[in-house]
């Protein structure tokens, strides 16, 4: 999997639309980009898959521009419950047998 | 439906113990990983075992063993457990040994080693 480099950390206040952004640049052509979560005491959980352009979903959209080599998570209007640590991955979708390599992921915090 | 059930969900060993974790898969799902989450740390690949197998192993010592059963339920052993070995484990299965966004979680056993 191609390594990837996001902020350790992050603040935000709710209702605040929360962007983070993720740098692949050694993405290869067959590699998407794809975001886990993880709440506290709990396994991280898929949020959100790309290849290109945007994506959305009930949770968060996903912003890859052309050259591939960065990608923004935006969660609109966050809430104390979005206060996690979001993982980005990049890999191939299709392939069996890809284990997940997570690095320290960025801790978001969402206060009041 | 049940997702991914790990037990226990905590356990205290005392160093140079052994111990054995357990995993019973998301219904449908035939393929088994085990990571290592270290306090702060992004979680690390231990192992993954399909049809029986170990396919697929990270950067751990032959102390981390594993095995997986005809329903496709798993167990992770850590023998000559070092205060090291204190960390989340984490289950997570699939289908087929993937893709990158086919795997469900557990909650994970919390091992404290003194």
Not at chain 2, 54 to 65: A, C, L, Y
Not at chain 2, 105 to 112: A, K, Y
Request: proline residues 5%; hydrophobic residues 30%; aromatic residues 10%.
């Amino acid at each position: 999997l191609a390594k990837t480099t996001q902020p350790i950390s992050m603040d935000s206040y709710e209702g605040q639309e929360v962007n983070i952004t993720c740098s692949h640049n050694n993405i290869a052509t067959n590699d998407y980009i794809t975001w886990y979560q993880q709440f506290p005491s709990q396994g991280p959980r898929f949020i959100i898959q790309g290849y290109k352009t945007k994506v959305t979903n009930e949770v968060a959209s996903l912003f890859i521009p052309a050259d591939r080599k960065s990608s923004t998570l935006s969660l609109p209007r966050v809430s104390l419950s979005d206060t996690a640590v979001y993982y980005c991955l990049v890999g191939d979708k299709d392939q069996a047998g890809t284990a997940l390599i997570f690095g320290k992921g960025t801790t978001l915090s969402v206060s009041s | 439906d049940a997702g991914v059930t790990q037990s226990p969900t905590h356990l205290i060993k005392t160093r140079g113990q052994q111990v054995t974790l357990r995993c019973s898969p998301k219904s449908g799902h035939d393929t088994v990983s085990w990571y290592q989450q270290a306090l702060g740390q992004g979680p690390q690949f231990i192992f993954q075992y399909y049809e029986e197998e170990e396919r697929q192993r990270g950067n751990f010592p032959d102390r981390f063993s594993g095995h997986q059963f005809p329903n496709y339920s798993s167990e992770l052993n850590v023998n000559a457990l070092l205060l090291g070995d204190s960390a989340l484990y984490l289950c997570a299965s699939s289908v087929g040994q993937g893709p990158i966004d086919g795997y469900t979680f557990g909650s994970g056993t919390r091992l404290t080693v003194v």
